[in-house]
């Protein structure tokens, strides 16, 4: 069996695939795959109610919020945010903290004047900037809850005087949030909720129809919230795999559950990248992502040899994001702790092979 450290797509847990699996053959004993039903049979509404009912449960997103399962990742979310929320002639501000947040700023801009709060940016992105005032003249205020490319997070959720938007793409459903202080809430699928092709949306309905723009019914949000997902094709074996992941996480004891396990992980690892006098981890020890955690070695020239070592261990996906280099390792909801122990095995088995 592989361990894999993917940062997205990347490991569901192995009975998700296999459900998933039977279902392409047989669905619900439909005698149908699920890839040939139409989305609109009941049999696939009622996989649309739970989906969106699993996640109203798990993130206990109040009534007035509506869930949307969308298509487009989310980079169209990067347009769709400014494109729903910000007035004609109107400012926002965005908080740059990564590669992911700087491409939605870039997006915002077409749209509007941006103000951007803060900048981790010459600091390659490895410190969350702090010290920053959000204005009060702007439609929404935009940050980025987890950095998956530096392998920072944001975990206290910021004190803002307009209504938050946050790009939650890569740290949704692995901790608690309070849902009733954000006004948008959007993440592509592909890491905790399920595979590519589905975007989670969550947005405060009262936000909704005040820009004075004309927004293509596409990219309306109230479209889709008045199609109930259905506006286009949804992305319906994404979709299904998504209700199947999530059944996965309720029983295993929700969110908070996972926020236990994924924090047990994260620790885990970070203590032996402190240990080890081989390894480091650049990002700023109070910022560290649970669910990226990136680290580096002090001797550039060793990291092929660590890396071909993890190959031959079937430890796969570590190799850092390209802007980054070194090392990341994935621990999303899926990744198990027996993966992480056997990773920090091969960390010492390396050190000493290097005695
Ligand atoms: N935001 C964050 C935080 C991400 O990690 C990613 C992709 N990894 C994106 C946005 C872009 O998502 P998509 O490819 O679904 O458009």
């Excluded at 990347?10 to 039977?22: D, G, R």
């Excluded at 149908?32 to 206990?60: C, G, P, Y």
């Excluded at 769709?80 to 910000?86: R, Y």
């Excluded at 994260?266 to 006098?277: A, G, Q």
Aim: hydrophobic content about 40%; proline content about 5%.
């Amino acid at each position: 069996m592989k361990h894999n450290f993917g940062a997205g797509p990347c490991i569901l847990p192995q009975e998700v695939f296999k459900q998933a699996s039977e279902a392409v053959i047989n669905f619900n004993d439909t005698g149908l795959s699920i890839l040939e039903i139409s989305h609109r049979s009941k049999e696939f509404e009622a996989v649309v109610a739970e989906t969106e009912s699993l996640i109203r449960d798990l993130l206990s997103v109040p009534q007035n919020y509506s869930i949307l399962l969308l298509q487009g990742g989310a980079r169209q979310q990067f347009a769709m945010a400014p494109m729903n929320l910000l007035k004609e002639g109107g400012k926002s501000a965005y908080l740059d903290t990564g590669s992911w947040a700087s491409y939605a700023i870039k997006e915002a801009k077409n749209f509007g004047s941006v103000e951007v709060v803060a900048s981790g940016k010459e600091n390659n992105y490895t410190i969350i900037p702090k010290d920053y005032t959000i204005p009060t003249d702007v439609d929404y205020f935009h940050y980025t809850s987890n950095n998956t490319i530096f392998g920072t997070e944001l975990f206290d959720i910021p004190n803002s005087p307009v209504p938050l938007v946050c790009d939650m793409s890569s740290d949704i459903m692995s901790r608690k949030i309070d849902v009733s202080k954000f006004g948008l809430i959007y993440a592509g699928a592909q890491k905790n909720i399920g595979p590519a092709g589905l975007t989670i949306v969550i947005v405060n309905n009262d936000l909704l129809g005040k820009t004075g723009r004309t927004i293509p019914s596409v990219f309306d949000y109230q479209s889709h919230i008045n199609a109930k997902s259905m506006f286009n094709t949804p992305p319906v074996f994404s979709i299904y795999v998504a209700m199947l992941n999530l059944r996965w996480l309720r029983l295993k004891g929700g969110i908070e559950e996972i926020e236990r396990e994924n924090i047990v992980k994260s620790r885990t690892l970070y203590e032996e990248i402190d240990r080890n006098p081989l390894f480091r981890g650049p990002s700023a020890v109070e910022d560290r992502s649970r669910m990226n955690v990136t680290f580096v070695m002090e001797n550039p020239e060793l990291e092929s040899e660590f890396l071909a070592l993890a190959q031959k261990r079937d430890l796969v996906a570590l190799k850092g994001h390209r802007s980054v280099g070194g090392f990341r390792a994935s621990l999303y909801n899926a990744l198990p702790i027996s993966s992480v122990h056997l990773l920090v095995d091969v960390m010492q088995e390396f050190e000493e092979n290097h005695k």
